[in-house]
């Protein structure tokens, strides 16, 4: 096992080109305590997955915290319309798409399945409701104060509560937190009303399905919400004004990931701009062109998505009263200490650059707050492990192969489809792939890319590798128990730095 050793025992990441952008001032590393902001140790504005992960270890680490929450329930975007209720209505629609489509060849035979729109709704608020309490209880157990309101600077060291009551509180700490996540973006000359035209708060809570669904852009979130619709029985058109869907994807699993959305009857427009949208009929006309010019065409709809990506979210803040620091972008500059330029003010999550997501987002918030206790916190954004919840699933963790050739580093390839993996046969579910990048001299890993159904569980095994630097060699050589859909990234690994078995 030479070649593992070797990349085993490489210290320099030669391959890391970290995301965050930081604030590059050398005094920002002093903390701040400011005079008359003794009533708590640490205040977190957001009760997102950052703020109140941020929060709870905060008090774990013996901080006197208060978390403030404007929504007046905890888990923010994600856990209330976003990430959590989003995979309820992907299980239930798969389910559903399941019973209609796959039952009878496995020998279980129904006599007519139909969609209740409002038992699904209820399934996935039920959900939501026992995960936001549960958030309340460790709040509680934990001993952190809850503010329901929102909260705006005052000073470096105090926060102004609107609180959902109507009164009005002040809230000091001497370090304060900034956790407010992002809100959807918008598109110019777009009104979203959340009933025709929706963003994916409006489309996780549709009264009924849809005849035709257009999703303006394929990323991660349109691509969702457009596979809950179609699975029900949506008509889906997908327009997307760049070249590709999910442009953060490697190339080769994309193409295949597209054919399989394909396959599930979801139209791609790609190269295409919307230019206008039109409400005032009982459906809704879009004006389409192709993005680099050309003629007009019409399309119709029953429910437009509005899925262009996420901006950050610091409306009221008042961070222009304390001097905090901004890019262009809006979001707002740190140094590795997740602190801002503003002695005692920190931000964590989608407000600061890196990847927008509500794992991210918690560990920002872990290591930020052992940072201000004086310990070490690390997150490594190259690492960050990405997830589209379709049917199959796509995760990916490292680099792309476009990503690799860009660097110039000689690599290896191994792939493995899942029509060779036994557990995929026997379930009758084997579309999909994994793929492996990897440093040709020293067998280091530099990226996997897995296209399955369970891809989003079966990717942790490789951003672990990741993480300690493993080679191709070293998965390879770690028994897999028999049979299951992760043999193969076994398998895979196998074919990177030799020769697989099964294929």
């Not at 856990?79 to 989003?86: A, E, K, R």
């Not at 070490?376 to 990916?396: I, R």
């Not at 660097?407 to 899942?418: A, E, I, W």
């Not at 070293?474 to 020769?499: F, G, N, Q, V, W």
Request: charged letters at 25%.
């Amino acid at each position: 096992m030479a070649m593992a050793s070797i990349a085993r025992r490489r210290t320099a990441n030669l391959f890391s080109s970290s995301s965050r952008h930081l604030y590059n001032a050398s005094w920002i590393l002093t903390r701040g305590f400011a005079s008359g902001s003794d009533d708590n140790d640490v205040v977190v504005i957001g009760g997102g997955p950052g703020g109140y992960v941020a929060a709870i270890k905060a008090a774990q680490l013996g901080f006197k915290t208060t978390c403030i929450e404007k929504r007046g329930t905890l888990g923010g975007t994600c856990l209330n319309v976003g990430c959590i209720p989003s995979k309820a209505l992907l299980h239930s629609s798969h389910m559903y798409h399941e019973a209609k489509h796959s039952f009878a060849s496995h020998g279980v035979k129904v006599a007519s399945v139909e969609v209740d729109v409002a038992a699904m709704m209820a399934q996935k608020d039920k959900a939501v409701g026992n995960l936001t309490k549960g958030i309340e209880g460790l709040f509680k157990k934990n001993k952190v104060s809850y503010v329901k309101g929102y909260g705006k600077f005052l000073s470096p060291s105090e926060v102004s509560v609107d609180t959902v009551e109507g009164g009005n509180t002040v809230v000091k700490g001497k370090h304060i937190i900034i956790a407010t996540g992002s809100d959807v973006k918008s598109l110019p000359g777009i009104t979203i009303d959340e009933e025709r035209i929706v963003s994916s708060t409006g489309a996780l809570a549709l009264k009924e399905v849809p005849k035709k669904l257009v999703v303006i852009g394929a990323g991660y979130i349109g691509l969702e919400m457009g596979s809950v619709w179609g699975r029900l029985g949506s008509e889906v058109t997908v327009v997307e004004f760049a070249a590709d869907i999910v442009p953060t994807m490697d190339g080769e699993v994309r193409k295949q990931f597209q054919r399989s959305l394909e396959k599930q009857k979801m139209k791609f427009m790609l190269k295409t701009k919307v230019v206008s949208v039109d409400t005032t009929g009982n459906g809704v006309k879009l004006t389409l062109e192709p993005a680099a010019g050309g003629d007009q065409i019409t399309l119709e709809a029953d429910v437009v998505l509005v899925s262009a990506g996420r901006t950050p979210f610091t409306a009221g803040l008042q961070l222009e009263k304390i001097g905090v620091e901004t890019d262009k972008a809006g979001r707002i500059l740190v140094n590795e200490r997740f602190a801002t330029n503003v002695p005692g003010v920190y931000a964590i999550g989608d407000v600061i650059p890196g990847p927008m997501l509500a794992h991210k987002a918690e560990e920002d918030g872990v290591a930020c707050v052992e940072y201000i206790a004086g310990k070490e916190g690390h997150v490594d954004y190259d690492l960050v492990p990405g997830v589209v919840y379709t049917h199959p699933e796509v995760a990916s963790v490292g680099k792309t192969e476009e990503q690799v050739k860009a660097l110039g580093v000689d690599y290896r390839v191994g792939k493995f489809p899942f029509l060779a993996n036994s557990r995929a046969k026997a379930i009758d579910d084997a579309e999909g792939l994994v793929k492996i990048l990897a440093e040709k001299e020293t067998d280091k890993i530099l990226g996997v890319h897995i296209m399955a159904p369970n891809a989003g569980e079966l990717i942790h095994e490789a951003v672990l590798a990741l993480h300690y630097g493993a080679s191709s060699e070293d998965i390879a050589r770690t028994c897999h128990a028999h049979p299951t859909m992760s043999e193969a990234l076994k398998e895979a690994a196998m074919a990177t730095y030799d020769k697989p078995i099964h294929i």
